[in-house]
């Protein structure tokens, strides 16, 4: 049976992944994305349909607000709060690596 080695595209994946090969140059981590929250809140829709679907708002320490996609529960009865709000902050911190990213590369650019 041949075994297809699936890549560990996880944030602490990546993670490892950077540090075994030794890349040092000026990044973001897991860790100043999470550094950077100060607030999380989650918003709860029931669409006509039943779907229920949540939100995170991630607060940023100098206010600014993200959200991501909605998890989403197709089915009611599926609807679980914990993992939804999982789900839901995951995407919502995606939308910050490319605002922290920008953040880093003008601090970069102004040699800061």
């Known amino acids: 049976m041949n ?3 699936s890549p560990d595209t996880t944030d602490p994946g990546i993670e490892r992944e950077i540090i075994a090969k030794g890349l040092t140059a000026p990044r973001i981590t897991p860790a100043d994305l999470e550094a950077a929250i100060a607030h999380t ?3 709860k829709h029931v669409s006509y349909s039943g779907q229920v ?4 708002v991630l607060t940023t320490h100098n206010g600014y607000a993200v959200t991501g996609r909605p998890s ?5 009865s ?3 709060e914990e993992i939804g709000c999982k789900v839901a902050r995951e995407n919502a911190k995606q939308e910050l690596w490319p605002l922290l990213g920008y953040a880093l590369k003008q601090k970069l650019h102004e040699g800061a």
């Open 53 to 56: 679907l949540r939100w995170a």
């Open 78 to 80: 599926n609807d679980d």
């Open 3 to 5: 075994h297809i080695h």
């Open 41 to 43: 809140e989650y918003v």
């Open 72 to 76: 989403v529960a197709v089915s009611p």
